[in-house]
Structure formats: structure tokens, C-alpha cells
Nanobody
Framework: QVQLVESGGRSVQAGGSLRLSCVAS????????MGWFRQAPGKEREWIAK????????WYVDSVQGRFTMSRDNAKNTVYLQMNSLKPEDTATYYC??????????????????????WGQGTPVTVSS
């Protein structure tokens, strides 16, 4: 059974940092697209970060660019989201997602959340001012 499990979410003061983890089991992702999404109360789920794991390149939504960093530990089949300089507007439930199919080295993982096959259950993050 394929499963993604996020962890690391908690309450933190504005300006603080958190590292979210997403551990995959039941499937080894390689040369694929991985993504991080978040959903704030009363808002739609939005994409915030993605990675082509074959190329090792990441992309971020403007609102988190320069503050968040996505990375991967292949040995642990885990992706991370390092979040620095957190703001109250970062408060949301954070989800990781994985596309199982490998992609081309130059693929930019474009599109909507529909491209992702597997999703975690989310980990909540609350940033207090």
C-alpha cells in the first residue's frame, strides 16, 4: 500500500522556522514530480513548491520564494519542506503529493494538482503573530 505521511507541523511564532517531512512507503519515487500544497481555513488548496527529483530542480510560488526550500533524501524516500521566516498567512494544513510516473529531466512538473497520484493526510501549521 502506497502511503505518504507528513509530519513536523506545529504552532510557531512569526519569524520562526519549521521543517516538514513527507515519508513515502510502499513505493519508491524516482525521477518524478513531488509537490507541496497547503490549504488555509476558508481557502482553496494551493500549490507552494514542487521538485523534479531527477533534475533536482525546485520551483516555488511567489509568496514563499526565498523563505521555503524543498529537498529530498533519496535513501529515506523522504521529501522535506524547510520553512523559514514564517508569517501568519502561512497558517494552513500542509500536504505533500507525488506523481508516480517518471518524467523527463527537463520536465517542470507544470499543471494542477491533478497530476499527482498520491497524497498525504496533511500536517497543520499555525503561525502566531
Amino acid at each position: 500500500q502506497v502511503q505518504l505521511v507528513e509530519s513536523g507541523g506545529r504552532s510557531v511564532q512569526a519569524g520562526g522556522s519549521l521543517r516538514l517531512s513527507c515519508v513515502a512507503s510502499g513505493y519508491t519515487y524516482s525521477g518524478n514530480c513531488m509537490g507541496w500544497f497547503r490549504q488555509a481555513p476558508g481557502k482553496e488548496r494551493e500549490w507552494i513548491a514542487k521538485m523534479n527529483t531527477g533534475r533536482g530542480m525546485t520551483w516555488y510560488v511567489d509568496s514563499v520564494q526565498g523563505r521555503f526550500t524543498m529537498s529530498r533524501d533519496n535513501a529515506k524516500n523522504t521529501v522535506y519542506l524547510q520553512m523559514n521566516s514564517l508569517k501568519p498567512e502561512d497558517t494552513a494544513t500542509y500536504y505533500c503529493a507525488a506523481e508516480r510516473s517518471p518524467v523527463n529531466f527537463y520536465n517542470n512538473c507544470a499543471g494542477t494538482s491533478r497530476r499527482y497520484n498520491d497524497w498525504g493526510q496533511g500536517t497543520p501549521v499555525t503561525v502566531s503573530s
